[in-house]
């Protein structure tokens, strides 16, 4: 599929997200102030703050301005995906997760400030999110607040990211079939991804129908996320390596080239591509650019 073909050629994407990110980031920054208990607000800004590419909350005010919308009802919300997206990489870094000393070029949160704190900035971060949309949300009905709560609330817990971590580390050592390697990445990957979509459009004056129409689009780039995260692991060693046997081929985790072959993987990114922008065609053209250019930013991206 070529991209160029989803694109409205007038569209600034790289000027929209930097615009919108500074909004996201101008906002983070206002939400945890380095206050008393310094250390704890230290240990949430470090990680918060620590230069993500921002794209839960930016597909979050994207959704909600495309149902007609105004940025400042998403901004709540989309502060809130991000903490728990933050949250979720300092809990899934520490030692009894995956032990990864390094994320976003920095020492992780628990390398920087200890375990115990590490969690508890995790904590914090999850419960600050709540309160957040609850507290900060203006301009939007309360029983929309309540339905968007709800939302995030599910893609969070034991059916939303908690799900796929909880599968992932079951797994560990064992063969994973393709259904497995899907479930786990629709939840520890794509349940945030469409909540940040849902809640922008819940947010934004959605009526049911376009809610729902952006859930299926928010599956499909949550999906693709992953496989083409897959993908790059493939073709970033093997270019590393200088050729054939990537690393991603050679070690025991399951990816979608090692289970149905790199052709097929692609393939399948590119239906995914597709079903996601069969779903924004219902709505204008040039009011969808963003979200169409979001795709394809997931689906083409080289990191
Ligand atoms: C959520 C209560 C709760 C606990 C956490 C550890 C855990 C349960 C879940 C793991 C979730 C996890 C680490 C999923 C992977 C998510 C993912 C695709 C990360 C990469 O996202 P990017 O590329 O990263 O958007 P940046 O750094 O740009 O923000």
Do not use: W
């Amino acid at each position: 599929t070529k991209p160029e073909s989803y694109l409205v050629s007038s569209f600034q994407f790289e000027e929209y997200m930097k615009t919108k990110a500074k909004h996201v980031n101008k906002a983070l920054d206002e939400v945890v102030p380095l206050q008393e208990p310094v250390r704890i607000h230290e240990a949430m800004r470090y990680s918060l703050l620590a230069g993500g590419k921002r794209v839960r909350p930016v597909l979050c005010i994207a959704s909600c301005e495309l149902v007609g919308g105004d940025e400042s009802q998403a901004i709540p919300m989309a502060c809130a995906v991000e903490m728990i997206h933050t949250m979720s990489l300092i809990h899934d870094d520490l030692p009894c997760m995956d032990n990864d000393d390094l994320r976003r070029g920095k020492p992780t949160n628990h390398k920087a400030f200890g375990e115990e704190v590490a969690i508890l900035a995790g904590d914090a971060l999850l419960s600050l999110a709540f309160e957040h949309v609850a507290a900060r949300t203006v301009h939007v009905s309360s029983d929309r607040v309540v339905r968007a709560i709800a939302e995030l609330g599910s893609s969070v817990g034991s059916e939303g990211l908690v799900a796929g971590q909880i599968v992932d580390i079951c797994s560990e050592g064992k063969q994973v079939n393709l259904r497995e390697l899907e479930y786990i990445h629709v939840h520890k990957t794509a349940k945030l991804l469409e909540a940040s979509v849902v809640c922008g459009a819940i947010m934004g004056g959605g009526n049911v129908s376009e809610v729902e129409r952006m859930r299926r689009y928010a599956r499909c780039i949550g999906l693709l996320f992953q496989v083409v995260d897959d993908i790059l692991d493939v073709t970033k060693s093997s270019e590393e390596l200088g050729k054939t046997a990537g690393k991603d081929l050679a070690s025991d985790k399951a990816t979608y080239p090692k289970l149905m072959g790199l052709d097929k993987a692609k393939k399948f990114a590119g239906e995914l591509m597709d079903k996601a922008m069969k779903e924004l065609e219902y709505f204008d053209a040039a009011k969808a650019a963003p979200l169409y250019h979001l795709a394809n930013y997931i689906a083409y991206r080289q990191n």
